[in-house]
């Protein structure tokens, strides 16, 4: 990849920040659009390894994958503009609405948010078709992509996505075809010392951080959080609930602000562990506010950071070997199908429940695909005519 600027980078995530509905499989969606699409930052190949290293870790994988695109392209001051860009717009609207803003209501405001979860179908299925061109060319990688499918409607969830990806990879070493060109360099400024560093620190903080949590309420909140955005694999909606459970059972935070928060969050744009800052402002017990949702922000976001960073410089140096491209070119398949997989559920199935969100889906999709609109104007178009549509009672 070649060198950028922070500036760049922070503008490119922060309209990023503002415009990615719909959840981590659709901001991936965006990501690949803008990144691969449009700036070719990196190719297909090496966007979808690093898609299946980040699908592997704990930890929020559209914002991982978001830190490693910011930390290739602009070093570490790139991997703090992409992080700051891609989650500052929901985090700051969700801190705004927990110290007292009043939330929208109303007809206009729901038509509004379900043509938000509508425009994110367009922008997973342009997703899905552009890897699946580059991804799968051949009967096999196509065979792979739909055993992934298989898979997670077998074993849904995050097991399910670890296990299809595994499948793909043994799958593509069994093949054997990765003697060609490993695609665009995945190179980041991070040293084998640096990743172990990385490492210790992790694991570390997951070891200590209970321990010391009787000594203050503030690393009380810190070991919660941290240990939440430790242990959940696939992201988004499945740290739910462990950030009950961290919250809601220890009495900082009563069920009806979690949900309310809950809610809120899939008004907002970016990734969903934003939710994180409406819990630590809410918190019955200080730090809360400002404070609290700073502090609840940076220990859910910090254990998936630490292990990527860990894990890259090794990254690397695997799938420079042949072998390692096999299996990864498997993966890049089974990548693939996880994504058409979500494109159907949660993806279609929690947002068109009629004809009318149908045919809105298929035009946001032709002006993506056929007339190569910007996504922000499709996202912007879609709002703007799901309110349309209620306040016409169509919808």
Known sequence: MERGGVGEVFLAFLKLGFSSFGGPIAHLGYFREEFVARRRWLDDAAYADLVALCQFLPGPASSQVGFALGLMRAGWGGALAAFIGFTAPSALILLTLALGASALEGPFAAGALNGLKIVAVAIVAQAVLGMAKSLCPDRERAALAVLAVAILAALPGAAGMVAAILAGGLAGLALGRGAGDAG????????????????????????????????????????????????????????????????????????????????AAQAVPGPLFTFAAW????????????????????????????????????????????????AMQGANAAVVGVLGAALYDPVFTGSVGSMTDFALALLCLVLLVAWRVSPLAVVALAAAAGAGLAGAGLS
């Open 184 to 263: 665009g360099p995945l190179a980041a400024p991070v040293s084998r010392g640096a990743g172990l560093a990385a490492l210790c620190l992790f694991a570390a903080l997951l070891l200590l951080a209970p321990l010391l949590a009787g000594v203050s309420q503030a690393l009380a909140m810190f070991d919660g959080f941290y240990r939440a955005g430790a242990l959940v694999f696939g992201g988004g909606h499945v740290v739910l609930p462990l950030l009950e459970a961290e919250t809601v059972a220890t009495g900082w935070v009563s069920r009806e602000d979690f949900l309310a928060g809950y809610g």
């Open 279 to 326: 819990l630590g402002a809410v918190s019955g017990s200080a730090p809360n506010g400002a404070a609290g949702a700073a502090l609840a922000l940076f220990a859910l976001f910090l254990p998936g950071f630490l292990l990527l960073v860990g894990v890259l410089p090794f990254w690397e140096r695997l799938r420079a070997r042949a072998s390692a491209r096999s």
